[in-house]
Structures are given as C-alpha cells and as structure tokens.
C-alpha cells in the first residue's frame, strides 16, 4: 500500500458502487480528500470496484458478502476467501438475524467463519461488519477466530444493546457511526456511551443519506456532530478521530 495524501475525512462504511455513477463518486471523494471505505455486497462486484478505485489515492475497496445475500450466493465463499488474500479490506460481511434472513443464519455463518479464518491466516485485516439482530453471534464468531493483533473488526451502524457493545469494545472491536445513528433514542445512547478512542465515522450511503455528501464525512462536521450528543469538546473529538483513523490505516499498511 502507498501513502495516503493528506485528508479532510474518512468513511469507513461506503457502497459507492451503488451510486448511479461511481466514478464521479469516487471522483467527488478524491476532491474533497475523503479516506473512503468503498464495501461491496458480493464477491463477483469487487474486481470491478478494484478497477475503478486503482488509481485513487483515497478510495479503496473492499471484498464482502453481505449476510442478506448469502442464501442466493453462498456458492461465492470460495471466489471471497481467494479474493482476502488480496486486499487488507474485506466487507460488507457479517450476520443478519432479521425475520427475513433468519432461515439463512447457518449459512451465514459459515461463510462468516471461513471469511474470519481467511483473516486471521492473512493478518493485517480490516473487516466491516453487519450484525443486525445478530451481534452476540457475531462477537462469539470474532472471539472464535480471531486475535486483535491479526483482524480489526469494525461494527458497522452497531444497534444492540449497550451491554453487548461493551463486550465488542473488550474484544477490541471500533465502530463506525452515521449522523442516522441521532434519529433514534437508543442510537444516542449508544454514541455517549462509546470510548471515543473506538469511534470511526461512515456514511453507509447511499442507503444512510439520500446522496452522498462529503459535508458529512470531513473531520470538523463529524467532531461537531459527536460533540453535540456527548457534551465534549468538537475539537478534543477531532483529535481522537485523527487518531482513530490513522491506527486503522496503519493497520492495514496504509502509513
């Protein structure tokens, strides 16, 4: 990995692939110098994620298998376990216990598993993960597989309870937060409650926002934005942002 150029922001948690234009997305991204975790839903959509971000500076991809597909592509495990020996970025993946993808829990977590294993092998990894009605399954699946100095699991848009969150934190887990996690109480529960040392911002667009904005992502909106729910100082919180995001960079080699 080559050095990043200096950054307004960071996204940890992006579908820019779904954008009606990904391109000028990641374009948009380059301008105004967003780090952009661009996450993909299958296996077989990374190599073209992979080609439009090669040449950026700011926006890498990520291989993933979103849990709600895995009943219909579980087939792809093999193609993603290959694909994590080529990128320190792996996501979307995780486990999904909603009513509608209950029936399909065994399978995600095999592919869970063996996507978790893969890591842990590579080393360096960082995985963005879902665990939607789900988070206590999916921590035993880090714990099972995984060592904080090999894979860094990152809790996408994290909506358990406040004591399953501190288990994640025990584990070593960060999550990545959107400024949605505001419109419901236990949301706002959540982001005063977390260490600050374990914060990383995301969109989760274009599913989180009705566009994609770079407003929302640059360090001093997201600072004021975290500092108003927990009563903290915008730019104390910016300087633990920086921080925060610089660990998961060097992490996976970005220096």
Not at 228 to 253: H, P, Q, T, W, Y
């Amino acid at each position: 990995m080559t050095e990043i150029m200096p950054l307004r922001g960071f996204d940890f948690h992006c579908h820019v692939d779904l954008f009606p234009d990904p391109a000028a997305a990641i374009t948009l991204l380059e301008q105004n110098q967003i780090f952009t975790l661009a996450v993909t839903t299958t296996p077989k959509a990374y190599p073209q994620n992979q080609r439009w971000t090669a040449e950026s500076l700011y926006v890498y991809a990520a291989v993933g298998l979103h849990p709600e597909l895995v009943a219909e592509r579980q087939n792809e495990i093999d193609l993603l376990e290959s694909l994590v020996e080529e990128t320190p970025f792996i996501g979307e993946v995780g486990l999904d216990g909603n009513s509608q993808h209950r029936s399909s829990l065994p399978a995600q977590k095999i592919v869970f598993l063996r996507v978790l294993s893969t890591a842990q092998r590579k080393g360096g990894r960082i995985v963005s993960i879902h665990s939607r009605r789900a988070a206590r399954e999916v921590l035993r699946c880090i714990q099972e597989q995984t060592t904080p100095d090999r894979v860094l699991p990152i809790l996408h848009w994290f909506s358990d309870s406040l004591d399953v969150a501190n288990d994640a934190v025990n584990l070593g887990c960060f999550f990545s937060i959107n400024p949605r996690i505001l419109k419901s109480r236990q949301g706002i529960k959540l982001l005063r409650s977390l260490p600050i040392e374990r914060i990383l911002p995301e969109s989760d667009a274009p599913f989180a926002s009705d566009e994609k904005s770079d407003k929302l992502l640059t360090i001093s909106d997201i600072s004021q934005m975290i500092a108003s729910v927990r009563g903290e100082d915008a730019n104390m919180i910016a300087s633990f942002l920086i921080e925060n995001c610089s660990r998961v960079l060097k992490f996976a080699g970005i220096q």
